[in-house]
């Protein structure tokens, strides 16, 4: 019943996108460490805009919070900008207490936070 | 003088889970399950959910240190509109209740002033009604109640 989180990336004109799936859990260390390197070093010009994709993500624990601070600090320090989308209104609520979304601009989905980061011709690539 | 009379409590589920990481995920389908049909919001039934898997993963790191052997109790009891969940670990003269453990500080955290973990706890007491914590010997218990109706601080918005 437990999925193992895995990750993708891609590079968009100014943003890099993770898209992760299953379950961010401790577990998801390794991998969302290796995704974010991938993103800000893969391809193209050094992206400015993070974007965390969880509409793949069915769990998302305490040790999976503690993981994309980590990840949101490391930005920081890079002066980039981290951005989320596809939560589910629960953990939505979870990115609102725990006060991620004073940090992480949080949209409804991929198109509409590439369409508003980047424009509709980078909207047009992601797809 | 008026008569207050309050609910029996009647018992839903009761189980054990071997304290291996990961199998707070078997305990939150199954708290899940055993409140089915009482009418609990989805929202609520989100935010028991997770309270309920992270107090799971604490008895089995923190009370049971992770010892298969070692399991961990949960009860899940229903008195009118209240439903409570008791978690249970042998963790309780071992590792008793820290004093006052840091609230976690965002700001904090992002600046190295602190560890980026320690959200438990503090998850856990803002998901449910109410939290509480008894130990008894070597028992460790943490209490989540939950009401099935809707509390203040409710519904997504």
């Known amino acids: 019943m437990t999925s193992m989180c895995e990750a993708t990336t891609r590079a968009l004109p100014g943003a890099a996108v993770i898209e992760l799936s299953g379950e961010v859990d401790g577990s998801a260390a390794d991998v969302l460490t290796k995704a974010y390197q991938s993103a800000v070093q893969g391809g193209g010009a050094d992206p400015g805009t993070v974007v965390l994709d969880f509409a793949a993500v069915d769990y998302i624990n305490s040790?999976?919070?503690?993981?994309?601070?980590?990840?949101?600090?490391?930005?920081?320090?890079?002066?980039?900008?981290?951005v989320a989308c596809g939560l589910s209104p629960h953990y939505r609520e979870i990115f609102d207490i725990t006060r991620l979304s004073d940090f992480i601009e949080l949209f409804p989905d991929l198109d509409r936070a590439v369409s508003q980061l980047t424009g509709p011709a980078a909207l047009k690539a992601a797809r | 003088m008026t008569q207050v009379t309050r609910p029996t409590p009647r018992r839903l589920d009761a189980f054990t889970l071997p304290s291996e990481p990961g199998n707070e995920r078997l305990a939150l389908a199954r708290v899940a399950k055993s409140v089915a049909g009482l009418d609990l919001p989805e929202a609520r039934?989100?935010?028991?959910?997770?309270?309920?898997?992270?107090?799971?993963?604490?008895?089995?790191?923190?009370?049971?240190?992770?010892?298969?052997?070692?399991?961990?109790?949960?009860?899940?009891?229903?008195?009118?509109?209240?439903?409570?969940?008791?978690?249970?670990?042998?963790?309780?003269?071992?590792?008793?209740?820290?004093?006052?453990?840091?609230?976690?500080?965002?700001?904090?955290?992002?600046?190295?002033?602190?560890?980026?973990?320690?959200?438990?706890?503090?998850?856990?007491?803002?998901?449910?009604?109410?939290?509480?914590?008894?130990?008894?010997?070597?028992?460790?218990?943490?209490?989540?109640?939950?009401?099935?109706?809707?509390?203040?601080?409710?519904?997504?918005?």
């Open chain 1, 63 to 82: 040790t999976g919070i503690a993981l994309i601070v980590s990840v949101l600090a490391r930005a920081r320090a890079e002066r980039r900008k981290v």
């Open chain 2, 45 to 157: 039934l989100e935010r028991l959910k997770t309270a309920v898997a992270e107090a799971t993963m604490n008895a089995i790191e923190h009370g049971n240190q992770n010892r298969a052997e070692i399991p961990v109790e949960v009860e899940v009891t229903q008195a009118g509109n209240v439903i409570v969940v008791a978690i249970t670990d042998q963790g309780g003269e071992a590792n008793p209740e820290p004093g006052n453990p840091e609230e976690p500080d965002l700001l904090r955290k992002l600046d190295g002033g602190q560890s980026p973990r320690g959200w438990g706890l503090f998850l856990i007491r803002n998901m449910v009604d109410a939290m509480d914590v008894t130990i008894n010997g070597q028992r460790h218990t943490i209490s989540l109640t939950m009401r099935t109706g809707g509390a203040a601080h409710d519904e997504h918005v």
